[in-house]
């Protein structure tokens, strides 16, 4: 059995998520499907995402594995695959995976960029994909001054769609707000894992204090809650983009494993 490691980037507007469902365009049966064709097996493989992407995001740097049980050219396979695949998906690169690689497990952070514009003349219609319009305003100064109080481990329970047994802490490593030459609002993250919606809701929870609703303080008072607040919005997908995912070096990517698969406990 031999790991194939797969860099992807898609285009998520006409998809419902990366995960497969019955009757649904996603990411992973495009995939799957590509791959059993290509390889000439009786049933699409199984691949495993570092992240798996909501309807409608983005990905510049998603990375998966694959299990094959023959030998495989990477090289053409990757070629073979660029020709089957549908135009809103592309694999960048097909390597073989080092012991120890599991694409969602062995990461150690995921790294995504929201895409705001709130100025009429920075709008641009070849990237209105990408990017969500915004009827105020917004101060990037202040966003990034509230969204200081994420950084660090904290349970994202207030900002997380709950599912039964699962943890709603992360670590999240990096906040900033930017604008750059375009005029636009960009929010960039990286944490070692994302719940359920998180990234657009922490851009939910930032969006009215960049707009003067709220105060700075008053992110890290709906954190502490770890209850749902209903005046914070779960921002569109269009403008959310997965840009890279990031691994420990060869010798250490088994002992990642067992770190992120250890249970993270009430805080």
């Given at each position: 059995?031999?790991?194939?490691r797969?860099?992807l980037a ?11 469902q019955?009757?649904l365009r ?5 995939v ?8 000439c097996?009786p049933?699409p ?6 992240g ?22 990477p090289?053409?396979?990757e ?26 497990f ?5 790294h ?6 709130d100025?009429?003349e920075?709008?641009d ?18 966003m ?18 709950p599912?039964e ?13 930017t ?8 929010m ?6 994302f719940?359920?919606?998180m ?5 939910g929870?930032?969006?009215p204090?960049?707009?003067g609703r ?7 008072e709906?954190?502490?809650?770890r209850?749902r607040?209903?005046?914070?919005t779960v921002?569109p997908?269009q ?5 890279e ?5 060869d010798?250490d990517?088994?002992?990642r494993?067992?770190v ?8």
């Amino acid at each position: 059995m031999t790991r194939l490691r797969l860099d992807l980037a898609y285009d998520g507007t006409d998809f419902a998520g990366w995960a497969r469902q019955p009757g649904l365009r996603t990411i992973q049966g495009a995939v799957e499907d590509a791959l059993a064709q290509v390889l000439c097996l009786p049933g699409p493989p199984s691949v495993t995402c570092a992240g798996r992407t909501d309807a409608g995001v983005h990905a510049r740097g998603q990375v998966a594995h694959v299990d094959v049980d023959s030998p495989v050219d990477p090289a053409a396979l990757e070629r073979s695959l660029r020709g089957v695949l549908p135009g809103d998906v592309t694999v960048i690169r097909v390597s073989e995976a080092p012991a120890g690689f599991d694409a969602r497990f062995s990461a150690l952070s995921r790294h995504y960029r929201y895409r705001l514009c709130d100025r009429d003349e920075a709008w641009d219609p070849l990237r209105r994909r990408e990017v969500v319009p915004y009827p105020r305003p917004l101060d990037v100064d202040a966003m990034a001054a509230a969204g200081e109080s994420l950084i660090g481990e904290h349970n994202f329970a207030a900002l997380c769609k709950p599912r039964e047994g699962a943890s709603m802490i992360r670590r999240v490593l990096g906040l900033e707000w930017t604008r750059g030459d375009t005029g636009l609002a960009q929010m960039t993250i990286s944490a070692d894992a994302f719940c359920h919606s998180m990234v657009r809701s922490i851009v939910g929870l930032l969006v009215p204090v960049g707009d003067g609703r709220q105060s700075i303080g008053w992110a890290g008072e709906v954190l502490a809650g770890r209850a749902r607040d209903p005046r914070v919005t779960v921002m569109p997908a269009q403008g959310l983009v997965l840009e890279e995912v990031r691994y420990p070096v060869d010798a250490d990517l088994s002992a990642r494993q067992g770190v992120t698969r250890a249970f993270r406990g009430p805080t």
